[in-house]
């Protein structure tokens, strides 16, 4: 027996069935048409918003990490509950413009930019957050071009990352941002051709829980920049902190410890140094907001057994779940929060394991999970589903097709 992750509060039980925003999880199938399906929570994406905010110093602001989840109905949900939002390619400005978000907002970070993507968000007033001299001088050319002064913040790749980080963003070579050392010069050069000087963005990792870890890749964040900021010369207009926060995806997972981060940042900030005194500060967060508010449901459309094993094959996968799956950057596949939606509450009866619809043994959703007997027909519901599922699964793998998705 395997355990699955934990489920994350606020889903509740509604005639023995799971429900999201007060309806069971068949009535949401029927209404968007059915399945496979990603749910996403208004509820729980307020929520979220509601304590980060009462736990984070009012001078601290919040940017949403489109990447996280970029569907239309959640960006536009999310617009004037965030400060500002984090692009990472001209496909994500062009979602938050359609969402009439306003282009002062937006800053756009990520390598690789095209000249065509730059020219966009320099056209539109976006800040990009430089990530090599060459994307620099290529920005400026493009400004003089367009006769626009573009908005330039650099990306510093720092010596260090966020300890326990899921994904570390900094510490050694690194395709992302510019080398800390270096970054005086290239916002100097910025500035006196002509961009409008925008600050730093310092990404140091993300999917951490430990909240001392964040503590200390902030306060190591806050001292890089001074020391940038006086190499530079004059005060720092904006900083983007990074962010970090991850959510409990597996068995033994806690969450952050919100109010301890939130503490130590109202302290840091109450005694920032002169050249931070009138900066802009943010975080920059993806899966902290958006990742328990989703939840992915499929069918089972066979049960069967093989050499005593049951399993529940449904029609969902790794094509929209590829995290789940344990295929997304994961060393060893543990068990995602999962359950039998449509049997909700009802005790483990089970071991079972639930797989896609894949012909790949790679397609797996739960393994060896204890469920309580499910038939052909109920539903399964993967939680923690509402970041990096949809657009960061392949969903034209094997002809499936994307699944829909509704916002509630
Ligand atoms: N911003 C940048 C620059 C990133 O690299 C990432 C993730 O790697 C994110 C934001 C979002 O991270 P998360 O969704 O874990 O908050």
Sequence with gaps: ??????????????????????????????????????VYSRAHLDARMAELRAALPARVGVNYAVKANPHPAVIAHMAPLVDGFDIASAG??????????????ISFAGPGKRDAELEAAIAAGVTLNCESEG????????????????RIAVRV?????????GMKMGGGPKQFGVDAERVPALARHLIAHGAEWRGLHIFTGSQTLSAEAIIEAQANVLNLATELAEAIGGPLPKLNMGG?????????????????????????????PEVLAGTELCMELGRYLVGEAGVYLCRVIDRKESHGTTFLVTDGGLHHQLAASG??????????????ATRYGAQGEEEVNIVGCLCTPLD?????????RAEVGDLVAVFCA????????????????????ILV
């Design 386 to 405: 509402g970041a990096y599922g949809a657009t960061a699964s392949p969903s034209a793998f094997l002809g499936h097709g994307p699944a829909a998705e």
């Design 135 to 150: 994307e620099g001088a290529r920005a400026l050319a493009i400004g003089e071009r367009l006769g626009i002064a573009p």
């Design 1 to 38: 027996m395997k355990p699955v992750g934990p489920i994350p509060s606020g889903y509740a039980t509604v005639d023995g069935e799971l429900a999201i925003g007060g309806r069971t999880a068949r009535a949401l199938v029927a209404e968007a048409g059915g399945t496979p399906l990603f």
């Design 244 to 272: 970090g926060l991850g959510i409990p995806y597996f068995p033994g997972d806690t969450p952050v410890d919100l109010a301890k981060v939130g503490a130590a940042l109202a302290e840091r900030v109450a005694d920032l």
């Design 157 to 165: 790749n720092p010596s260090f990352a966020m300890t326990g980080s």
């Design 327 to 340: 295929n997304f950057g994961t060393v060893v596949r543990r068990n995602y929060p999962s359950a039998i």
């Design 92 to 105: 994500e400005l062009r979602l938050c413009e359609a969402a009439g978000i306003d282009a002062g907002r």
């Design 364 to 372: 797996r959703l739960a393994d060896n999970a204890l469920m309580p």
